[in-house]
């Protein structure tokens, strides 16, 4: 079954205390207001997953993830963090493949391969992201583009193993601009991004995997946006920064 999720990504925003403060406020509010079967997932900052873990612990609709992990197990490798470190805090889901990784940070289609491989190991389930620039959806080229971010990210993925990612449809044009898809051109992309995976794993793995729609995601649109045929649920920048704003974004799956 297709499971409907909710998920912040933070960014590199927040310090300790206000990471803490703001996971404890969305807990609570959780176990208060969330009564459908959607899925609450939080990718903090790495500083904070530990503690945060410790405050989702028994509660089943709520997890959290990183935001990357390097592609090794382990190593010399300065600065940075691998899938099983992750996995050993209480964390359980990863972004992976966000246009910021891939724009600043070089992040290329084979690379994002492999930490997906990492990911799948460890049992982190990615939350794989694709979506064109502006050049490529005025150019009119965005279906190649996504398609080819699919194909080189995770089509190598036994069906098995696709069977644990879930994907995120973020197009960077909307991305923290406030022009969001407007939820006939999401609903478009993501019908796009089904059939595609059913052309390579069939028609049922298509029909459970989840896409979630990211990009100036918030209260005021993401009803007409989830209530699309394909798209499952949302991955939120700004107002995930904002305990009532994600929780009514959330809250749009309890009806
Ligand atoms: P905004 O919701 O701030 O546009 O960010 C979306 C995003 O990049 C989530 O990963």
Redesign the pocket.
Known sequence: MRKNIV???W?MNLDYEQGVSLFSEIVNMVKDEVVGSQEVVV?SPAIHLSSIAKLSSGVNNVHIGAQNIHEAESGAYTGEISASQVKSVGANHV?LG???RRAFFKETDALLAEKVNAALKHQLTPIF?IGETKEERESGRFFDVIKTQLEAGLFHLSATDFERVVL?Y?PVW?????L?ASPEQAQEVHAFIRKTVAEQYGEAIAEDTSILY?????PSNAQNLFSQKDIDG???????LKSRDFLDIAKVFNA
């Open positions: 998920a912040g990504n960014k990718c972004i966000h246009s910021e992201c995120a973020e909307a991305i923290g601009t406030g969001t990211g990009g100036s995601c918030n949302g991955l939120i920048g700004g107002a995930s």
